[in-house]
């Protein structure tokens, strides 16, 4: 397997290890060769990590090529939680405290590098923080009050690596890429608790009342106690055996902390971090359909080396995303070249890379549900009322916000729209999934895979009825069995 060091500055680190190459972040984001390997290890070393920064993109575009990338998204993630981050230290909290014990100070900062601190007395600690968080550089930050707790976790760059640690860290990064292996971090048998999460405030909530009312008596009849819960209760989570999340899903709120916490906690889940990690990234989507040879409309990662060869690629009018938009947010229509310009702007300063897509106009889109493997409803979304998409946030009247659809039985849907996407839900494992297809000159494109699709009563059930609320309450016993 080919190992790659990305970082900022290729220039600043030397390595004695066979067999390893580093690059540069922005060569291994925009360089083609590298969306074509087959097998790689990613070791990500870029100075920056936050949300949508080129550290970011690394790994998710990694996990995208199907590379095994150090650290994961999910690891990056996980340190911006602060509410996980607590709950993690407390599992090994014995060790902290053993650890600390002969510090007579109120406070300490732990640094680790490659799961190594340059005092060996550390050793324990800094192993577990790293097994668990995965990321190269570490700074942990404890205080004493009646006992040692965790302040902060965050990652750090080189560049804040204290120059009397360099000749460590040298040592601790030789040892640890020459390693051929890394290591990476109550069962019911028919009734059991579940919780639904919901947000009252949740301005495009994926089911409305009258469907989570529907969930709870669909429960009630399979023995099922269900209950809505909302983002305040994540301290209450572990007293149920299943999460079924109804927020709607970004990286940056509570769902995908609840959706973290029940993974550690061995807790049923529809759905998924890393389905919502993949999910809500437009970025990841493009490179991972890309990959996997599944058609879309014309499609250019954009960032700023490229930006003004993309309309010769994708045309006008065009589509452009911000990595993280849901449900038509943060999804604009470009028609001219400054139009387009004057949005790439505007997107490029949120994030380091945007997506740019052609145009193609269809009176619907196929809406395909897929719940572990399995297809188990077919809409048709419309367009809203004199609009270019399914949803518009802009229009007067709420009934104009979004357009009418139609549920039909999945023998009905083309065989090629089903293969299409059966095959795109596959790219994301197991999970609940609605997939948007456009159908275009008898050509279907895959525009969307949404983790968390919407449920509604009346529309995505008018078909099936009850069976759609059974099949996913059995999809969580499943897990759960």
Partial sequence: MNKYIVVNQPEKWHFSIENITVISSQEYLTNPKYSLLKKARIFNLCKDYSYQ???????????????????????????????????????????IQQSLK???????????????????????????????????????????????????????????????????????ANQYFSKKRYDTPKLTKSDFDLAILVNPNDPAPPSNQKALKKFIEVAEKMNIYAEIIEPKDLSRLSSFDALFIRQ??????????????????????????????????????AEALNNAN?????????????????????????????????????????????????LVSSMLKESDLIIAQEFCPSDYDWRIGILDDKPFFACKYYMAKGHWQIYNW??????????????????????????????????????????????????????????NPNIDLGVEDRYYGDLIYTEILTALKNRLD
């Fill in 53 to 95: 920064s080129k550290g970011y993109y690394v790994s998710l575009l990694a996990e995208a090529r199907g590379h095994l990338a150090i650290p994961t998204v999910m690891n990056l993630v996980d340190l911006k939680a602060l509410k996980l981050v607590r709950i993690v230290s407390d599992e090994f909290d014995d060790v």
């Fill in 102 to 172: 002969n510090i007579k100070s109120q406070e300490f900062t732990l640094s680790i590098y490659f799961g190594q601190n340059v005092a060996h007395k550390y050793k324990e600690l800094s192993a577990l923080f790293y097994k668990h968080f995965q990321v190269p550089f570490l700074r942990v930050k404890f205080n004493h009050t009646t006992k040692w707790n965790v302040q902060s976790i965050r990652a750090i760059s080189e560049s804040e690596i204290p120059v009397e640690h360099m000749e460590s860290v040298m040592v601790f």
């Fill in 248 to 285: 709607s899903t970004e990286v940056n709120n509570e769902a995908y902390a609840f959706a973290r916490k029940a993974q550690q906690d061995g807790i049923a889940i529809i759905d998924y971090p890393d389905a919502i990690l993949k999910c809500c990234n437009k970025v990841y989507m």
């Fill in 294 to 342: 599944i058609d879309t409309p014309k499609t250019v990662i954009v960032h700023k080396d490229n930006r003004n060869d993309v309309i010769k690629q994708v045309g006008l009018p065009c589509v452009l995303k911000a990595p993280d938009s849901t449900f038509s947010f943060g999804v604009k229509k470009a028609k001219t070249e400054e139009e387009y310009n004057s």
């Fill in 394 to 451: 802009d229009a007067k009247k709420k009934d104009d916000q979004d357009g009418n659809a139609d549920c039909l039985p999945i023998e009905d849907v083309p065989q090629k729209v089903l293969d299409m996407a059966l095959k795109s839900a596959r790219l994301m494992g197991k999970g609940l999934y609605g997939i948007d297809i456009k159908v275009v000159d008898n050509k279907p494109m895959v525009i969307e895979i949404n983790d």
